[in-house]
């Protein structure tokens, strides 16, 4: 089953597109889910403040049906539910995502400040959620002929690794596999990789793609060893791509980090929407 948060947000129903066009790829279910206060959720038909929360549980379901009609005008056979969240929208989607092989959520919602490039509950579920999440900006004009994936060779990117292939491959897309790498001397000062080092780099990113290329042999893969800050060669390689995947921690991300630095910077500033895939479970 694929989740979609909505707010009643241009970003929401852009995501609720998003989600419906992969539910119907996949085959699998899609629910619409809109989080409401749990006080004006539960509140009993008599009472103080009960005109006040069915006012709230009447727009909750406004939302909801404007998310569902935008669904219904694009993917007319996708099997389609709904559903009202009780509580915190961030609690509440991180929740509902263990239930789910996809989360699905706009990249800015009502409750942003003007100017803030990524909403507080994309940013909050994003590494955050047991399952993948996909922030959707901007939509593709197109069909997602190119998917773009973040490699770096930990054991925790493979989930992205993974799941990139499974994407080019339902969606018929070449991958595009980058590895963006930064060598830097006293000063501050770029260093040039020497040509056994590019070797290294490059064995580096076959070997993370050996495994799902041998699952996807239909995917076309192209391989990119880029000399540059991973933001900046990843957000470059964003533009005119349908997806860019990131794993959600990266090797130079500090422990206690929910979400690393990288990832964090891409949802805010990548060109096409973004899925942000966890760490592998430990069994």
Request: charged residues 20%; hydrophobic residues 50%; glycine residues 12%.
């Amino acid at each position: 089953m694929i989740i979609v948060g909505v707010d009643g947000s241009g970003a929401g129903l852009e995501a609720a597109a998003w989600a419906a066009r992969e539910a119907a790829l996949r085959g699998t279910p899609l629910r619409v889910v809109h989080a409401m206060p749990k006080w004006a959720s539960e509140m009993p038909p008599h009472g103080p403040y009960t005109d006040v929360a069915r006012w709230m549980r009447e727009g909750a379901d406004t939302v909801v049906a404007e998310a569902l009609d935008r669904i219904g005008e694009q993917e007319g056979d996708v099997a389609v539910e709904s559903a009202l969240l009780p509580g915190d929208a961030r609690t509440a989607l991180i929740k509902a995502a263990e239930e789910a092989e996809l989360l699905v959520v706009g990249n800015h919602g009502l409750g942003g400040f003007r100017g803030l490039l990524l909403g507080s509950v994309a940013l909050g579920v994003a590494g955050r959620a047991p399952s993948p999440v996909v922030v959707v900006r901007a939509l593709p004009a197109e069909g997602r002929r190119r998917i773009v994936v973040g490699v770096d060779g930990a054991l925790s990117n493979a989930g992205a690794v993974e799941f990139a292939f499974a994407e080019a491959a339902l969606h018929d897309a070449e991958l595009h596999a980058v590895h963006a790498w930064r060598g830097l001397v006293a000063g501050g000062f770029e260093a040039a990789a020497s040509a056994q080092e590019e070797d290294g780099l490059r064995a580096m990113l076959s070997e993370a793609l050996a495994g799902p290329a041998r699952r996807h042999p239909e995917v076309k893969v192209t391989e990119h060893v880029v000399n540059g800050h991973p933001v900046e060669v990843l957000k470059e390689a964003s533009a005119g791509a349908g997806l860019l995947v990131v794993g959600s921690r990266g090797r130079g991300d500090l422990a206690g980090l929910v979400l690393g630095s990288v990832s964090n910077a891409l949802l805010q500033h990548a060109d096409c929407p973004v899925a942000v895939i966890p760490p592998p479970r430990e069994r």
